[in-house]
């Protein structure tokens, strides 16, 4: 052997009758896989020799085929979280904008589709993402623009440069 340990083929543990096998492997593309399987759930640590750069975690099941994987885009460089091929969440190498929803955020953070933000059931902050619609303390905002509260206190406070506060009547 060249190494303190070298195993060639499987290893494959067993404990209270549930499987555990570590293989390695080389796809047809060349991409090689650490795969680690316990009953049709795997993890996977991947790399290609052919594709310099790319690097991936997988968790998937073939059973249900639901594949995620996070890692190094090998064509953007940048960092990605997809699921079912999809990429939900990026971060460009570049800038370190991160986009949900998007590919290449342009800046900091970038948002495409909706956007709920609470602490409770209804939500303080809400964009609608199919009509573009905000609100303030509701999901349902009925126009462009919704304040909404459940109580007779001022629902907007408009303070000025000067401090001067205008607490208009709606």
Do not use: K
């Given at each position: 052997?060249?190494?303190?340990?070298?195993?060639?083929?499987?290893i494959t543990t067993s404990l209270s009758g549930v499987n555990a096998k570590i293989a390695q492997?080389?796809?047809?593309?060349?991409?090689?896989?650490?795969?680690?399987?316990?009953?049709?759930?795997?993890?996977?640590?991947?790399?290609?020799?052919?594709?310099?750069?790319?690097?991936?975690?997988?968790f998937w099941d073939s059973t249900?085929?639901?594949?995620?994987?996070?890692?190094k885009n090998h064509i953007t460089q940048n960092f990605d979280i997809l699921g079912g091929g999809n990429t939900y969440v990026t971060i460009n190498k570049t800038t370190g904008n991160v986009g949900i929803g998007t590919t290449t955020p342009s800046d900091t953070l970038q948002i495409w589709g909706g956007l709920v933000v609470g602490t409770s059931t209804a939500p303080s902050f809400y964009v609608a993402s199919t009509t573009g619609r905000v609100a303030l303390?509701?999901?349902?905002?009925a126009?462009?623009?919704?304040?909404?509260?459940?109580?007779?206190?001022?629902?907007?406070?408009?303070?000025?440069?000067?401090?001067t506060t205008y607490d208009p009547i709606l």
């Open positions: 052997p060249s190494s303190a340990l070298e195993v060639q083929g499987t492997y080389v796809d047809s593309s060349n991409f090689a896989y650490l795969t680690m399987n316990a009953n049709r759930s795997y993890l996977q640590l991947g790399g290609s020799e052919t594709i310099t750069g790319e690097q991936r975690i997988y249900a085929g639901n594949r995620w994987d996070i890692g303390g509701t999901s349902s905002p126009s462009l623009f919704e304040i909404y509260n459940t109580d007779a206190n001022t629902q907007l406070t408009i303070t000025a440069a000067s401090s």
